[in-house]
C-alpha cells in the first residue's frame, strides 16, 4: 500500500476515472487490460480496504462511474475468480449474472460454489466456524438455491461433512474411553463415575444391549451412538452440570462473603445484578452443548 492506505488496484482504478474526465479513452483501455491482470495475478488486493475505510477495490470498482469498470467487475470473469479464492463477492451481481448468462456459464458458476462448499466452507479439515459469516453474506442469498435440485445438492454436501466430524468425533470419544482411567472404568464396569460420591451416577449397560437388537453391523453400531449414547452422555453432563455450578458457588461465596451471583444468561445480566445490590462478583456455566 502507498502512504494513502491505497494498493496498486485502487490506484488504477483512480487514474482511470481521472482519464475519463480528460476523454483519454485510450488510457482508459489500456488501464482496464492493466486491471483484467491484477485479477488473475493479485486477487487479494482486490479485498484490501481504502485507508482507514471499509470501502475495498472490489466496492470501488462496482461503484466506478466508468461503464466498463463496472462491467468488469460485475463480470462472469471476477466473480467466478472471487469465488474460486473464496473471496467476498455480491450476491445481487451473482443473481444477476446467474439469470442472465448462457447455461454454459451458469453450470460453471453452480460448479465453482459446490466445489467452494465441498472442499473448503464444510470442510472439516478447517475451522468450519470462521466460514458462517462468509456463508450467510455470499452464499446462502443466491437465487441459484432457489432450485430444490441446487438446494438438495447443497444439503448433502453439508450432512456428508457432518458425517465425517462425527466419525472424528466418536473416534476421539473412543481413544479417550480408552486411554484414559475414568474411561477405562466405564468400559470395564459399564459406570458413569459421579462427581460428587464414591458410587456410580448412572448405569450405561445399553450399547451391547441395543446392538443385540440389530445386527451389530457399523450401520447400527452408528443409530447406537448418535441416536442412544450421545443423548445419554448429554444427560450426564447435564447432570454433571447442577453439581458444578453449586460447587463453584460456594466456592466464590467462599471468596466474596456469599456475594457471588449465579447469572443463567449472561445477556440477563445487568437485570440479574440489580436484584443483588450486595453483589461482588458474578459467573455463568457454559450450557451443556446439543442439549
Known amino acids: 500500500k502507498d502512504f494513502n ?5 485502487h ?9 475519463a474526465d480528460r476523454h483519454n479513452f485510450q488510457k482508459v483501455d489500456n488501464l482496464i487490460e492493466v486491471l483484467k491482470v491484477f485479477s488473475g495475478r493479485q486477487r487479494r488486493d482486490f479485498n484490501e ?6 470501502i475495498t477495490a472490489y466496492d470501488l470498482g462496482r461503484m466506478c462511474k466508468v461503464k466498463k469498470v463496472q462491467e468488469l467487475f460485475r463480470g462472469f470473469d471476477m466473480i467466478l475468480g472471487a469465488i474460486k479464492e473464496h473471496e467476498e463477492f455480491n450476491p445481487q451481481d451473482f443473481n444477476s449474472l446467474w439469470h442472465d448468462s448462457p447455461q454454459e456459464q451458469q453450470r ?21 466456524e470462521e466460514h458462517r459469516d462468509y456463508l450467510k453474506k455470499c452464499i446462502f442469498s443466491l437465487d441459484m438455491f432457489d432450485s430444490s435440485e441446487n438446494f438438495n445438492q ?9 458425517d465425517d466430524i462425527h466419525q472424528d468425533m466418536f473416534k476421539i470419544r473412543d481413544s479417550m474411553a480408552e486411554a484414559s482411567e475414568g474411561g477405562k472404568k466405564v468400559i470395564d464396569s459399564n459406570e458413569v463415575p459421579s462427581i460428587t460420591s464414591d458410587g456410580p451416577q448412572m448405569i450405561i449397560k445399553v450399547k451391547d444391549e441395543c446392538l443385540e437388537l440389530g445386527r451389530k453391523s457399523e450401520n447400527m453400531k452408528k443409530h447406537v451412538d448418535e441416536e442412544v449414547l450421545v443423548p445419554l452422555i448429554i444427560g450426564v453432563a447435564s447432570e454433571v452440570l447442577i453439581d458444578f455450578k453449586e460447587q463453584l458457588g460456594r466456592a466464590l461465596d467462599g471468596d466474596c462473603g456469599d456475594n457471588a451471583v449465579y447469572v443463567d444468561d449472561k445477556e440477563n445480566a445487568k437485570t440479574i445484578l440489580q436484584e443483588h445490590q450486595n453483589w461482588q462478583r458474578w459467573f455463568t456455566v457454559a450450557k451443556v452443548k446439543g442439549a
Do not use: Y
Request: aromatic residues 10%.
Open 11 to 19: 490506484s488504477v482504478i483512480c487514474s482511470i476515472e481521472h482519464a
Open 49 to 54: 480496504k481504502i485507508g482507514g475505510t471499509n
Open 5 to 9: 492506505g491505497q494498493t496498486p488496484v
Open 154 to 162: 447443497m444439503r448433502k454436501f453439508a450432512k456428508s461433512k457432518m
Open 108 to 128: 460453471k458458476l453452480e460448479k465453482a460454489i459446490f466445489s467452494l462448499l465441498e472442499d473448503w466452507a464444510f470442510n472439516p479439515q478447517f475451522k468450519i
